[in-house]
């Protein structure tokens, strides 16, 4: 069993920078791929990033690459997620989900952090 908790997420203005964090709980935590995903109002829930149980490989949605950058502390059980220039668009409830077998089947869920962009 996993339990993810995030946190960090609050209100920014438009081209500011804000850093999302996971915890995680549970032994096998470390050879999960962990992921990040986000819902905005009266959207469905979309992909952001996805890395690798050992850090080296991460994946970006389209819309955040080079602007967001997903990254993972196995001694800490912690996955992050660093967030730059922002827009309106991405605001959101970010949500840390875990996929233990690898497959894309995200079998565990966070609650969720909001992130609104706003002036």
């Known amino acids: 069993q996993v339990r993810l908790v995030e946190s960090g997420g609050r209100l920014v203005q438009p081209g500011g920078s804000l850093r999302l964090s996971c915890a995680a709980s549970?032994?096998?935590?470390?050879?999960?791929?962990m992921a990040w995903f986000r819902q905005a109002p009266g959207k469905e829930r979309e992909f952001v990033a996805r890395i690798s149980w050992s850090g080296s490989t991460t994946f970006y949605a389209d819309s955040v690459k080079g602007r967001f950058a997903i990254s993972r502390d196995i001694a800490k059980n912690m996955v992050y997620l660093q967030m730059s220039s922002l827009k309106p668009e991405d605001t959101a409830l970010y949500y840390c989900?875990?996929?233990?077998?690898?497959?894309?089947?995200?079998?565990?869920w966070g609650q969720g952090t909001q992130v609104t962009v706003s002036s």
């Open positions: 989900a875990a996929d233990p077998n690898s497959d894309y089947s995200y079998d565990y």
């Open positions: 549970g032994r096998t935590f470390s050879r999960y791929v």
